[in-house]
């Protein structure tokens, strides 16, 4: 049973950093491509930063700069390093894992607030 877990969520003023990230477990963790999407309330969900399997990224250009994915194969979870977050960045953050099936963590809330 593939299982992801997010974590290091909380509320931060603007202008500060927080760092993401979603334990993989139940599957090949370095065979898959990693997400973190975002969804704000009343808002669709929509995709923050992607990584594939080879480590090549992309940012929405929302973020581009300031938050930076990347991914451990030995420790099989994948980070989102955010800075110079705004409150605009203020949504429910979730951990996607694909290959040829997705899976989704629970998602984790960031709060961006004087």
């Known amino acids: 049973q593939v299982q992801l877990v997010e974590s290091g969520g909380g509320l931060v003023q603007p202008g500060g950093s927080l760092r993401l990230s979603c334990a993989v477990s139940g599957t090949i963790f370095s065979l898959y491509a990693m997400g973190w999407y975002r969804q704000a309330p009343g808002k669709q969900r929509e995709l923050v930063a992607r990584?594939?399997?080879?480590?090549?990224?992309e940012y929405a250009n929302s973020v581009e700069g300031r938050f930076t994915i990347s991914r451990d194969n030995t420790k099989n979870t994948v980070y989102l390093q955010m800075k110079s977050l705004k409150p605009e960045d203020t949504a429910v953050y979730y951990c996607?894992?694909?290959?040829?099936?997705?899976?989704w963590g629970q998602g984790t809330q960031v709060t961006v607030s004087p």
């Open positions: 990584i594939t399997s080879g480590s090549m990224t």
């Open positions: 996607r894992a694909n290959r040829v099936s997705d899976y």
